[in-house]
């Protein structure tokens, strides 16, 4: 038997709450490595990280996961943290 494990039991790093926010953004997974300055394939890999602990099987539905366990709107925080600036 197989144990969901839900943010209570493994809170979810700043890291993971900034892959939150851009999957709630509507980011590709190569967008979010492209924000964060990582891989394409470990922004995949946070993504199936976040499905298991917020017991959901597809990636569009951590957002809403999310919400429902903290409250937070994950949406937010993306737009105001990690737009990349532009450079004059």
């Not at 969901?4 to 900034?18: F, G, H, S, W």
């Amino acid at each position: 038997m197989t144990r969901t494990i839900t943010a209570p039991d493994a809170p979810l790093t700043d890291r993971q709450r900034e892959v939150v926010a851009l999957i709630a953004a509507g980011c590709s997974n190569d967008e979010v490595g492209q924000s964060l300055g990582i891989s394409s394939r470990t922004a995949k890999a946070h993504s199936d990280v976040l499905r298991v602990k917020l017991g959901v099987t597809r990636r569009r539905q951590i957002p809403a996961a999310y919400r429902l366990l903290t409250g937070e709107d994950p949406y937010v925080p993306a737009l105001v943290r990690l737009r990349p600036r532009r450079s004059r």
